[in-house]
């Protein structure tokens, strides 16, 4: 019997979901499906039972419904814990274990493929949404010098730095209090890229040896990642390593092998050129 996989959200069709997958089954040798789901809101949970109830042994939850697979699940992961997000659903002996990828995605692709260490640097992380919650924990498990969140609306970015207390120091603050300060990694989880924007980024917090990462991935250079180039930033990188990596950990969670990324990696580069 083949096994059955398949990513859920609203809106779905952009997703590369299937194609990471099926590329990570071929290579593996794993005999799995992979499809999209769509769900209207408010109809999640009826959604992931029938999927269930059909065979379906594990799903991976985009936006809006990482918070909704949160409350669904009802074995959860520390790193989902934390993140009050679960973007990987399993289906095993009649419970449900939720887990988030996200976080450990992104620092697989910093430290790993980039050959960025984040142990002892200055971190800056742009935005105080989902996106930062879903990243924050196994970002301070990596013990960097410092992690500074700069969001436009302050009393978000203290309330993350509040309830992430518990795994390390995390200093909120404003766009404005990053005059005159640089970074070692500066991490854009804003959405100002899907929208050609670019947050209020003082000049000189980008140096030679800044790492400049934006979670957008596009066929060009987002507005942070020209801007982080104008201003001399040491490296350039956008999240589609990010998604790859991501896409793995649940792979590995759900069939019990860790797949090479490099060449889906790669694939998905030449597709989006």
Known sequence: MTDRYAVIGNP???SQSPFIHQEFAQATGQDISYEKLFADIGKFNEVVREFAAAGGKGLNITLPFKGDAFRYAGELTERARAAEAVNTLAFRDGKVYGDNT??????????????????????LILGAGGAVRGVLEPILEQKPASLTIANRTVIKAEALAH???????????????????????????????????????????????TLAYDMVYSAGLTPFLQ????ENAGMLADGLGMLVEQAAESFSIWRGVQPDTRKVTNMLREVLA
């Open 227 to 230: 801007r982080a180039q104008g």
């Open 102 to 123: 996200d976080g450990v995605g992104l620092v697989r692709d910093i430290v790993e493929n980039l050959d960025y260490p984040i142990t002892g640097q200055r971190v």
């Open 12 to 14: 779905i069709s952009h």
């Open 163 to 209: 309830h992430f207390a518990r795994y390390g120091k995390v200093e909120a603050v404003g766009y404005d209090a990053l005059e005159g300060r640089s970074f070692d990694i500066i991490i854009n989880a804003t959405s100002t890229s899907l929208n050609n924007e670019m947050p209020p980024l003082p000049h000189g917090v980008f140096t030679p040896r």
